[in-house]
């Protein structure tokens, strides 16, 4: 009896490890792959394959590597420099946008693309009414095909940043076969990108491969293969197998920070453009109170944050307006400076608080849309602010899902919030922020004439200098009012295995695939 | 007796349909009490014009009275309509999720099911026949052990040896990156056979070795148990006695044992069914793998009512026709069940 348990033993053992050490093809994880096949991770989704709809960063990333538009960033700047149009002028006052395309462009099957291409893809944007929508219509009146090359907009008002909205997959023409007046999520036809979609199993895996026709230069890489996973442990898995060549968004600061220490991997760091920063009901007690604001945001001790919940994979900013963009200014840290307690404690005694009658305010966070780190943060911000002696924190949480409900019904007193640029222009950081109306979503009920006043005139303006002076006045009512506190801008963090070069991502914080190669 | 079982049948059958309406009723009314909603959840904290909102909602139909969204959504179903997502993305018919993730659900669920069954007879039967010595006491351990396992740690540890450590396996997904395979059934093994894509067998069968390992082991705790106490029971019988009297081989003498332990584990199956598909929604998260728990487990952060409400419908219908057909076995096997 015992002998057939040791046989049956035996038998199993032998044909585990014959499937398992990978002696039939595909072993190591990774398959036999060829060099010009790259292989990238990410934990995030693509939602919606049509810019008329799409609107989170990751889709905009794939949309940006299989579609373009009539401008684009040079990569690894934040300079616009021509695309899919050569040429372009504008008028006197910003409002006539003409662009010249490029000869003989094509889609990526071969079909031509022409500007009645451009301006079709465009109207089927303001149709369809997606997400994204407000990106054209807010500020294109009508845009018009002159000639097989030739496409002029119509603005609204005068926008100086347009050149920057144009950058945005809105914008960017598709191919004949996406529906006119229809979202088509699943649509793979692209555009006239660097590359094209030649597989699409929604979130599994997404096989993009060279666009033959793509007027550029051709990608390094004829092959990239972009699997998707359900957590960061699960992907760092994944890439200590070698079953992937790229961890991209999203690893967690510690994966990042144990991924630094291994040595078996680049680890490659890039300044990232996405902010977080803590929102203050200014229409309800006691947040209503300046000096309560005023106080909270000199209680709050940044570089600690950073440290601490983030392993220094954020750095702190003292600003709406990101670092390193222009008219940024570090007004927080000027004013009010970093867990300054002396100063948060004389700003509650002029508002009437004391260690025996302290200042009590909820804090509230969601749980999985920002990380896992969130609860971690609200947990700091509490013992930050308690420190004082002078005020007692309630910390609370909720999804997603009805944490925006609350935060748009302005339910919340004191509450943390992140944001993605749409475009890269101060305007992206302060209008949707402070302009009375504009900031309905974030629930601060914010309102100052003044500040409006100055944000309006900075939209029209089109002289960079003359704009930087109103912002940076922009900057200094923000600390004064303080509606919200800025805490912490993020890094992007790429880890690929040794042999994976040519990494590129911008100020625009997109993955350009067509770079990469592997030596 | 056939009428008998016949009627028994379409009574068991039947049963289902208020289980169903219970669960969605809960379910419906769950989602819609707790503020927010799927429009809300994908606007997020965008700056959307509260015109486009309105717009959103009604797109979503959400704008219509509950009884009238409860009602048209349950109309919808009973014409095999689960509705489309209304949350990332928005309007895609939610059928064809389930088609597309169902199947790698169920080629898990059928794996586990048999790893579990395969690994809970042979350590039963080991513990029954070593019954009172060591070897009983370590298949006893095994079994507690086994039973109170935390599998997205077990599943974690799996990894770490297998994949990290060895390099023998992939640690998640269904295939290697860009192997290519035909879908038929959604089955990926039983698809390359048909296929004959003999890269795609080997790259299926090693992604799931992991996975199916994870939550077999996890379930063939209970049936250790069960059949080892089985066995005891019958080896103490007359009847075994009398075989072993007679001269028949040990080796037969456990057949026939075992035959009769087996009655008891067949309703165990039938409730692990449901068990092992709760234990697909941790596995499939600790393994990427695209089935029906993480699709659950995404939309329940979308809050998107259709996708919750058809999965979990659908989820339903499937444990309960399990749970028939399992009841069918049952009386088929057993001569002494009444109808």
């Known amino acids: ?519 | 007796m056939a009428r008998g079982l016949g009627q028994y049948i379409i009574i068991r059958a039947l049963m289902i349909i208020p289980t169903i309406l219970i669960l969605y009723t809960l379910v419906f009314f769950f989602l819609r009490i707790l503020p927010g909603n799927p429009v809300m959840a994908v606007v997020g904290t965008k700056n959307i014009p509260p015109e486009q909102l309105e717009h959103l909602m009604h797109m979503a139909g959400l704008d219509k009275p509950l009884y009238v969204q409860y009602f048209d959504y349950l109309k919808g179903v009973l014409h095999g309509d689960f509705g489309v997502t209304l949350a990332f993305p928005m309007g895609k018919p939610v059928w064809d999720y389930i088609a597309q993730r169902f199947p790698a659900t169920l080629e898990l669920a059928l794996w586990a099911f048999t790893v579990s069954v395969l690994l809970g007879l042979l350590t039963g039967v080991i513990g029954a026949t070593k019954k009172g010595t060591k070897t009983d006491s370590a298949m006893r351990v095994y079994s507690i052990v086994a039973y109170t396992l935390f599998i997205p740690w077990f599943g974690m540890m799996l990894q770490y040896l297998f994949g990290i450590h060895l390099h023998w396996l992939p640690t998640s997904g269904r295939l290697d990156p860009g192997i290519n395979l035909h879908a038929v059934t959604g089955l990926y093994v039983l698809d390359s056979i048909i296929t004959g894509n003999w890269d795609a067998l080997v790259s299926s069968v090693r992604h799931l070795i992991l996975p199916a390992l994870t939550l077999g082991i996890v379930l063939s705790g209970a049936y250790t148990r069960l059949v080892r106490n089985n066995m005891v029971d019958v080896l103490s019988q007359d009847f075994i006695r009398a075989y072993h009297a007679r001269g028949v081989e040990d080796r037969k003498v456990m057949w026939y044992a075992l035959k009769n332990a087996f009655i008891p584990v067949v309703t165990l199956m039938g409730l692990q069914f449901a068990i092992l598909l709760g234990g697909a929604v941790l596995t499939e998260t600790t393994f990427s793998w695209p089935g029906m728990g993480t699709f659950l487990v995404d939309r329940i952060d979308y809050r998107d009512y259709n996708a919750i409400q058809g999965a979990v419908i659908f989820f339903a219908f499937f444990v309960g026709i399990i749970s028939l057909i399992v009841d069918i076995v049952y009386a088929l096997l057993d001569p002494r069940v009444k109808y």
């Open chain 1, 1 to 519: 009896m015992r002998r057939q348990y040791a046989t049956l033993a035996l038998v199993f053992l032998v044909v585990f490890s014959v499937v398992a050490s990978g002696c039939i093809s595909g072993g190591g994880g990774g398959g036999e792959e060829q060099p010009t096949t790259i292989v990238i991770g990410v934990t995030d989704k693509v939602t919606d394959l049509d810019p008329a709809n799409a609107y989170d960063f990751y889709t905009w990333e794939v949309l940006n590597n299989v579609m373009e538009g009539l401008v684009k960033y040079k990569p690894g700047t934040l300079e616009i420099e021509p695309a899919l149009a050569e040429s372009w002028e504008v008028n006197e006052d910003s409002t006539v946008w003409t662009f010249h395309l490029r000869k003989d462009l094509k889609f990526a099957d071969g079909t031509p693309l022409t500007a009645k291409d451009v301006v079709r893809s465009i109207e089927r944007v303001m149709t369809i009414q997606g997400d994204p929508s407000w990106l054209v219509t807010d500020f294109v009146d009508k845009v018009e095909a002159k000639d097989d090359y030739t496409v002029v907009f119509y603005l609204k008002q005068p926008t100086a940043y347009f050149l920057a909205l144009l950058t945005t997959p809105p914008y960017f023409p598709v191919h004949p076969d996406y529906a006119p007046d229809q979202i088509q999520s699943d649509q793979t036809a692209g555009g006239a990108g660097p590359y094209k979609i030649t597989k699409w199993v929604r979130d599994e895996e997404l096989v993009l491969e060279a666009n033959p026709n793509y007027y550029g230069e051709k990608p390094k890489t004829e092959k990239i293969i972009i699997k998707f996973y359900r957590d960061a442990s699960t992907m760092r898995l994944a890439l200590q197998n070698g079953e992937i060549d790229i961890a991209w968004r999203t690893l967690r600061p510690s994966d990042i920070d144990s991924l630094k220490k291994d040595g078996n991997f680049n680890v490659i760091e890039v300044p990232g453009g996405f902010i977080r920063y803590i929102c203050l009901n200014t229409k309800n007690d006691p947040t209503s109170n300046v000096k309560v604001r005023q106080a909270l945001a000199a209680a709050v001790n940044r570089p600690e944050i950073a440290q601490k919940v983030f392993m220094g994979t954020v750095e702190p900013l003292y600003s709406l307006v990101p670092n390193g963009m222009w008219s940024h200014k570090d007004v927080f840290k000027d004013k009010y400076g970093d867990g300054n307690l002396e100063l948060a404690k004389k700003l509650l005694s002029e508002a009437g608080y004391s260690e025996s009658n302290p200042l009590e305010i909820q804090l509230w966070y969601t749980p999985t849309h920002y990380g896992d780190t969130e609860a971690d943060l609200a947990q700091i911000l509490k013992e930050q602010w308690e420190k004082t002696g002078m005020i007692k924190v309630t910390i609370k949480s909720a999804e997603w899902g009805t944490y925006t409900d609350y935060a748009r019904n302005g339910q919340m007193q004191v509450y943390l919030l992140g944001w993605y640029p749409d475009y890269l222009d101060p305007d992206d950081y302060t209008t949707p922020f402070l302009k009375t109306g504009a900031n309905k979503w974030a629930g601060t009920g914010y309102s100052n004439p003044t500040m409006d006043d100055l944000l309006s005139q900075a939209q029209r303006l089109s002289d960079q200098n003359e704009r930087t002076k109103l912002y940076e006045q922009v900057q200094d009512i923000l600390a004064q009012d303080v509606p919200y506190i800025p805490l912490i801008q993020g890094k992007l963090f790429v880890v690929t295995q040794k042999n994976v070069k040519g990494v590129t991502i911008g100020p625009d914080m997109i993955f350009r695939y067509s770079t990469l190669y592997k030596e």
